[in-house]
């Protein structure tokens, strides 16, 4: 059994990596936006055999708040052995391009208020001497492309941010775990044609979640074979790459 | 606007028609998805074979990520889960906690709200009547925004048991589980020849086994014969609840050339079978007996693209041994095989459904793959053999019936049509649930 904090309680990759932690009894605790959301979560875990010890309703993004609401949770757990933030946004290119505004609050989710949250976990974990952070990242993050590069890019730089993290940590028994899923079939990407072998169910990318929390590495490509693929877009020149609709 | 999914198909993938999906993945999302207007019908997990899941024109509201559990009583032995949750989690869920569902279909790859609304039956029919028997409560959302909480004895709740769907969207709902002692089941298969060998094992079976279901060779050689199936719940294997279950072995990874089930292979399948599924008394994982086809995904891609239609029907008992031999007949004559035909006789467990479609009597179900006129043709003197004999056609199943078979086999359908929500409609219901004088 094991005791852990989920950020972004109600993102569907954090409720299929949760479940798994709920059919094990593990402790659980749980933060996210929505009220009536976050309770149907709650309730689901309990069921499935998880002990919810406590869930918050937070903004995230509320950068002030964030070092009350990682407190609360850590007094409320007492020892915490894993914490995963999956909060973050996709957003509509055409729209970004046309909008500092939602670009701005976009690259403020998806970087700037997941990087000052892992901060303050990391602080937290590094105070009772133990413990494992992991963020959600994305393939995307790994190079820009035309057809999602303001989300890449908040994804690249988080990336970036853990890698340099996990240096800073590398003597400490305190671990930071970049995830990276591909194409995930969530209400995130409902407007996605989806199908074929490139897709994956939350489910399949939550046992990868939990396996990789569990295993050391640092980053964690989810389901594996994007590891694979992402060599090849990282190093595709780029005459090759500009003809491409990627 | 809510962002439209793909489009969306029904298990038989026939009929296709064109028509908007859009996923609530949480209970707060219906009510503003129907707010948005137009014609509504829920989706499930899409297992519905023909048209009662489909709303050509109109809106699926898929309900599919509406999969958590809310509650759980284990002193009353009660579930209470969102509508869009599996029974196979359900399932999965309940069996190391000493339980199970107490009716479930020969899948388990179907949501809840889904077993609600075409009141699913099993093998265990004679003994434990349709899934609607055991659902202690709901609450359903209205096409005006109400959320109405719905228990055994309410109209609405009698209304939506089988209501296919149209009389809103059931949110949540509350299961009756039973206990169970082991994750195994005693089984046997006992081969017959001819009807007669099969009324006369089902009579013998029915007051000591729990699950019966026949499979029957329709096949112009085989014709009549066929392997009887019976099992009963293991007792007293406690330590067996905590085994994983056996992993689904294979997925259909792409839709089969049309001649694959040419009535040549589906002869040489069903002689195959004969021969080797017999077996006398054995302990078989209970999955692996109650929901065979499960090990195999997406087997309807077997039927390639024109799909499949599938014709189940109940024929009264007094009427069962002539109507099923005239039905044999027009099967074998017809050329068209069945690739697999199951045969059981219902018991008399009535259902709160006022549409539900398990009566006393034989039920008898078969998969034709779409080859154009001829299997239309075949569907419609079936169904002339069935309305002859006062028997009725499975509308889950269905995606050809007549409006005058529906409407003299569901004799509480005008009943019905009082609780259908204006909201709401169907291709099946626009196709045979208008007012008999329309």
């Known amino acids: ?212 929390i569990r295993s050391g590495r640092g980053i964690a490509y989810v389901p594996r074979f994007w590891r694979a693929v992402m060599l090849i877009i990282r190093h595709l020149p780029a005459f090759l790459m500009h003809r491409t609709k990627l | 606007m809510t962002p439209a999914l793909p489009a969306a198909v029904s298990w038989g993938r026939y009929p296709r028609l064109a028509q908007r999906r859009v996923e609530a993945a949480w209970r707060g999302d219906v009510a503003r998805i129907l707010a948005e207007g137009g014609s509504a019908l829920p989706r499930g997990a899409g297992r519905s074979y023909g048209d009662c899941g489909q709303n050509e024109g109109g809106t699926l509201v898929d309900v599919s990520r509406m999969d958590r559990f809310i509650a759980f009583d284990a002193a009353r032995a009660e579930v209470t889960v969102e509508a869009g949750m599996l029974l196979r989690d359900v399932a999965r869920w309940a069996q190391p906690r000493g339980f199970r569902l107490p009716a479930t279909p020969g899948t388990l790859d179907l949501t809840v709200g889904g077993a609600i609304a075409n009141d699913v039956h099993g093998k265990n029919h004679h003994v434990a009547g349709t899934f609607g028997c055991h659902v202690r409560r709901f609450s359903l959302l209205r096409g005006d925004g109400k959320v109405v909480e719905c228990t055994p004895g309410d109209e609405l709740f009698a209304a939506t048991i089988g209501g296919l769907g149209l009389t809103g969207i059931v949110l949540e709902a509350t299961l009756a589980l039973r206990p169970v002692r082991s994750s195994f089941i ?141 039905l044999l007949r027009a099967i074998t004559a017809s050329g068209e095989g069945s690739f697999l035909s199951v045969i059981k006789t219902f018991g008399d467990i009535a259902s709160p459904g006022l549409m539900s479609f398990p009566r006393p009597g034989t039920t008898f179900a078969l998969d034709f793959p779409m080859r154009g006129e001829s299997t239309l043709r075949l569907l419609k003197q079936l169904e002339r053999i069935t309305l002859a004999a006062g028997g009725a056609i499975y509308p889950a199943k269905d995606a050809c019936m007549g409006a005058d078979i529906f409407r003299t086999s569901f004799p509480n359908l005008e009943r019905f049509r009082a609780s259908v929500d204006p909201a709401f409609s169907s291709s099946f219901w626009r196709r045979v649930g208008a007012p008999a004088h329309a």
């Open chain 2, 186 to 326: 005693q089984a046997e298969s006992i081969p017959f020849e001819g009807l007669d060998g099969f009324f006369g094992l089902a009579a013998d079976s029915n007051m000591s086994w729990e699950h019966t279901v026949a499979w029957l060779d329709c096949t112009s050689r085989g014709a009549g014969r066929g392997l009887f199936q019976r099992g009963r719940h293991v007792e007293d294997d406690e330590a067996s609840l905590a085994r994983p279950w056996t992993p689904r072995s294979r997925r259909v990874p792409f839709d089969f050339p049309e001649v694959a089930l040419s009535s040549l292979t589906v002869r040489a399948f069903n002689a195959l079978y004969y021969r080797l599924a017999r077996s006398s008394l054995r302990r078989v994982p209970a999955e692996k007996f109650l929901y065979p086809l499960d090990a195999i995904g997406d087997w309807n891609r077997l039927y390639g693209r024109r799909g499949f239609l599938q014709f189940q029907c109940v024929v009264p008992p007094t009427q069962a041994p002539v109507a099923m031999s005239e």
């Open chain 1, 1 to 212: 059994m094991s005791a852990a904090i989920l950020f972004g309680a109600t993102s569907s990759i954090g409720q299929a990596t949760a479940r798994l932690w709920a059919a094990r009894g593990d402790r659980i605790y749980l933060v996210a936006r929505d009220a009536a959301k976050l309770r149907a979560v709650a309730d689901d875990l309990q069921v499935r055999g998880g002990q919810v010890v406590g869930t918050r309703v937070a903004a995230l993004d509320e950068i002030d708040a964030q070092a009350a609401v990682v407190d609360e949770a850590f007094v409320a757990m007492g020892s915490v052995d894993v914490v995963l933030v999956a909060h973050g946004v996709l957003g509509d290119p055409a729209r970004l391009r046309e909008s500092p505004q939602d670009l701005a609050a976009l690259l403020h989710v998806n970087f700037v208020s997941t990087a000052t949250l892992a901060e303050r976990i990391v602080a937290a974990l590094e105070r009772q001497g133990h413990g494992t952070l992991a963020v959600i990242g994305s393939v995307a993050g790994d190079r820009g492309r035309q057809s999602n590069y303001a989300y890449g890019s908040s994804k690249g730089g988080i990336d970036v941010f853990l890698a340099g993290m996990r240096h800073r940590l590398a003597q400490s028994p305190v671990r930071v775990v970049t995830i990276k899923p591909g194409l995930v079939d969530t209400p995130m990407t409902a407007s996605f044609p989806k199908g074929g072998p490139l897709w994956s169910s939350p489910e399949r990318v939550g046992e990868c979640i939990d396996r990789a």
